[in-house]
């Protein structure tokens, strides 16, 4: 009986003290999302490490106001993408495939072949990879500028250097 009592004040004691509180998540409306531009050197750096704080940086999550369904991220621009690194055997292990669709369309190229003819695509499949696979990532890949040389030609967004 004296249990049952004191349930009963601890819960009248805990209605009458939380009257008046919501718990709402909060949610950074879309006009007031603040996006950086960020520029990181791929010289010398090793494939997918680069690539997961790129895709970090392009999901938002490293902001405090992060959502798991807004684009909060920040615009990134990688310079140098083909002085990037491979470890082990992957330069010559490593395939990347794609079908035209019709029968024996299957086209495969060694991680060593992409890095000769397309240089930025390298560093692009490894992000996309690492992007949530709906509209979402799709626009969260169109953030990511990618160049095989030093030279870049979005210097009037004033891009802030990211080391990684």
Known sequence: MAER??????DIFFIEFCEGFEMKTYLTPVKDIERKWLIVD????VL???ASEIATRLRGKHKANYCTFLDVGDF???INADKVRLTGKKWDDKMYRHHSG???GLKEKTAKVLLEQKPEELLRKAVRGMLPKNTLGRHQLKKLKVYAGADHPHSAQQPVSLEL
């Open 76 to 78: 990134v621009i990688v």
């Open 48 to 50: 997918g490490r680069l």
């Open 42 to 45: 791929a010289q010398d750096k």
């Open 102 to 104: 019709f029968m024996g």
């Open 5 to 10: 009592a004191i349930l009963t004040y601890i």
